[in-house]
């Protein structure tokens, strides 16, 4: 897998080269400093994922994917910040961006990268648990209405609460194969892409 490390501070960017390169799995194609090398180094690269702090002088991480996003509207970005910030948690869900993380989190950064390169959305679980919080509910709505089963309703409660397929699996007593199967009809069924945005959709219409 192909990347770019936009962040501000040098010895982070160097760590993190560091650290997803040693897994073998990750080639860091450059680096830059601020939220316009980013521009520049996406346009160059067109990376397979954009790895970018939110936080950076110049530009921000947020500007720098408006404009990556506007211009390739297929990229992979996950943004990295020091900071759970109600705010940026908004903004990168409006603009489309695939993953959220909180950057001291270093464990989570190449599963994160991986899932966001499989077409995943991904959030960290602090951030996740920030959602319900910032989403209005909106009008009404009928699961009946998109032919969702009380079984298919209960699953995507328990992906809201953010219990993964095994754990889905173990307490209503199925097996994974099946609690997939299920989300995969449930993603179909409101046209959704992936767990992430099923646990957004039921906070807005909680």
Known sequence: MKIVIADDDIFVSGALKTILEASGKITVAATGSDGTEAVDLYRVYQPDVLLMDIRMKEKS?????????KEFPDAKILLLT????DEYIVKALKLGAK?????????????????????QTVFGTEIMSRIPELIQSGSTFHYEDYDISQRESEIIRLIADGLSNKEIASQLFLSEGTVRNYLSSILDKLQLRDRTQVAVF?????
């Open 99 to 119: 993953g959220y993380l909180l950057k001291q989190d270093y464990a989570s950064i190449l599963p994160a990268l991986e899932a966001v390169h499989s077409g």
């Open 82 to 85: 020091t900071f759970s910030d």
């Open 61 to 69: 991480g947020l500007d720098a994917s408006a404009e990556i996003l």
């Open 202 to 206: 039921y906070y807005r219409h909680k």
